[in-house]
């Protein structure tokens, strides 16, 4: 399986600053995912990080506030804008490694913003 | 470091008992199931799938029951141990697409 990290593990921001948080797989994959976790809930996906093009956003989920990059087949980036106390989550990436239900993911980042 | 699962349903076991943690899915075509154990401070973990053309899959110590009538989801962990305690998702996939969409989440407590 695909070995996920994420950079930074956690961090605590000011409202109305952004945080770009960094995903880094240990080979070349296809697919990549981030996802958002709020407190006590499930994992929701935010977009579909495609390499070479536009990412896909999910509905409720824009490019101005989640902008994400995809340089190349191993590395992603999404950043947070302009954050509120709202954007307070978990932030996961993920990947597919062959078939659709082979997905793995990253340990998250844990966004706290006062 | 921050827990997953705060207000998710809980369900309680003794060490040794069987579990069985259930989630309803929403799309009637949707082309797998999947199972994830998500541990506190950690993102989520596979643990067993099951294709919209099977009812059953059993894996090690894991079970997967699929009854697409009433689009229902139930994972069976058998002789539950310490080690088990952690917020359980079910997740989706939509036919034709790669994404997942995940369920509510169920933590489960094993007490000795």
């Not at chain 1, 190349?72 to 509120?84: A, G, R």
């Not at chain 2, 705060?6 to 989630?23: A, K, M, R, Y």
């Not at chain 2, 309803?24 to 099951?50: L, M």
């Not at chain 2, 699929?66 to 141990?81: C, D, E, F, M, P």
């Amino acid at each position: 399986s695909a070995v996920i990290s994420q950079k930074p593990s956690r961090d605590i921001c000011q409202r109305g600053t952004s945080l770009t948080i960094q995903c880094q797989v240990d080979s070349q994959v296809t697919m990549m995912f981030w996802y958002r976790q709020q407190p006590g809930q499930s994992l929701t996906l935010i977009a579909t990080a495609n390499q070479g093009s536009e990412a896909t956003y999910e509905s409720g989920f824009v490019i101005d506030k989640f902008p994400i990059s995809r340089p190349n087949l191993t590395f992603s980036t999404l950043t947070v804008s302009n954050m509120s106390p709202e954007d307070s989550s978990i932030y996961l990436c993920s990947v597919i490694q062959g078939e659709v239900n082979e997905q793995y993911f990253g340990p998250g980042t844990r966004l706290t913003v006062t | 470091g921050e827990s997953v699962g705060l207000h998710l349903p809980t369900l309680s076991v003794q060490e040794g008992d069987n579990s069985i943690i259930n989630c309803a899915y929403s799309n009637s075509a949707s082309d797998y199931f999947i199972w994830y154990k998500q541990e506190s401070g950690k993102g989520p973990q596979f643990i067993i799938d099951i294709r919209s053309n099977m009812d059953k899959r059993q894996g090690q110590r894991v079970t997967v029951l699929l009854n697409k009538t009433v689009k229902h989801l139930s994972l069976q962990i058998a002789a539950t141990q310490p080690g088990d305690s952690a917020v359980y998702f079910c997740a989706e996939t939509p036919g034709g697409y790669n994404k997942l969409i995940f369920g509510a989440g169920t933590r489960l407590a094993v007490h000795p």
